[in-house]
């Protein structure tokens, strides 16, 4: 079976561009996750999705930041206006429904560098 | 609220020796407790997990790790490293709240020296 895909796999744009990270999660998943991964702060959850709703948003950063999920097999992540900060691997999970025992099963994420 | 803790964010062991790597909880409830590894340039892959039905978890690539309730405490350990080891290891948490959410420790890089 595939596994969580996610496109690009790097990014480079200039500061204040748009810039769309996309993610296709396993099929028959009910669950998307976005997360950030830095040096400085380690892997944080940023947005997740139950049967394509958004139920906590909590850790988008701020409102240049937006996440959609219009179907059960596709999702985007959107950065507008961009900005060097902002640079960081970008991944994708997917889980089942099934109880809090289901594991995530993560993409090979998006390496974004904002110049 | 949940949460864990990794002790050493680096851990250099030779090739052969055992691998030990630290994860402590924070649960009001009982846990689900997962390892992750992620690999250079990779997202990060499920070694094993915690879910109650067995305190001592074996997991891919001969991990182990033993879920200690008196310690909250989920080691990750190896007999035997192997240069294909070296790599970051996450320790995460999750509590039956139906959200399917983890929360995930700071990472521990593993270095094996040949």
């Known amino acids: 079976d595939a596994g969580v895909i996610q496109s690009p796999r790097h990014e480079v744009t200039e500061m204040g561009q748009e810039v769309t990270l996309r993610c296709k999660p396993i099929?028959?998943?009910?669950?998307l996750f976005w997360y950030r991964q830095t040096m400085m702060r380690g892997l944080e959850l940023l947005i997740y999705?139950?049967?394509?709703?958004?139920?906590?948003d909590s850790g988008m950063p701020e409102d240049r930041f937006s996440a959609k999920m219009p179907n059960a097999s596709f999702s985007t992540l959107k950065i507008q206006p961009s900005e060097p900060r902002d640079s960081a691997v970008y991944f994708c999970?997917?889980?089942?429904?099934?109880?809090?025992?289901?594991?995530?099963?993560f993409g090979d994420g998006t390496r974004l560098s904002i110049l | 609220a949940q949460s864990v803790t990794q002790l050493g964010s680096h851990v250099s062991v030779s090739e052969g020796a055992l691998v030990l790597l630290r994860c402590n909880y924070s649960s009001s409830v009982p846990p689900y407790l997962f390892w992750y590894v992620q690999y250079p340039n990779q997202g990060l892959q499920l070694l094993l997990k915690?879910?109650?039905?067995?305190?001592l978890v074996k997991g891919i690539n001969g991990f182990e790790a033993e879920f200690k309730k008196s310690e909250t405490s989920f080691h990750l350990t190896k007999p035997s490293a192997h240069m294909s080891d070296a790599a970051e290891y996450f320790c995460a948490v999750s509590t039956p709240t139906g959200a399917n959410n983890l929360f995930f420790g700071t990472g521990t890089r593993l270095t094996v020296i040949p």
């Open positions: 999705f139950n049967n394509n709703v958004p139920i906590d």
């Open positions: 915690y879910t109650s039905a067995a305190t």
């Open positions: 999970a997917s889980s089942r429904t099934g109880g809090d025992n289901q594991p995530q099963h």
């Open positions: 099929s028959g998943h009910d669950y």
